[in-house]
C-alpha cells in the first residue's frame, strides 16, 4: 500500500500490539529506518523520518 513497514501504524499498533498482543519492543532490521528516507522516498528529512517510525510504534532499529 506503499507505506514502509517501520512507517505503518495500523501494522505495528493494531495488528501487532493489539491483535497479536505483543508486549515487547517492536525492532526493525538494520537500515530500515533509514529506508523510510532513502529508498521508499516516504519522507523528506530525517527528522520526519524517526518521528514517522516512533510515531507508527518502532521502538528500536538493530
Known sequence: NG????AHQFLLETIARESFHLNGFVVSDCGAIG????THHYT?????TVAVALHAGTDLEC
Open 3 to 6: 507505506i514502509p513497514a517501520c
Open 44 to 48: 523528506s528529512t530525517v527528522e520526519d
Open 35 to 38: 529506508n523510510i528516507l532513502y
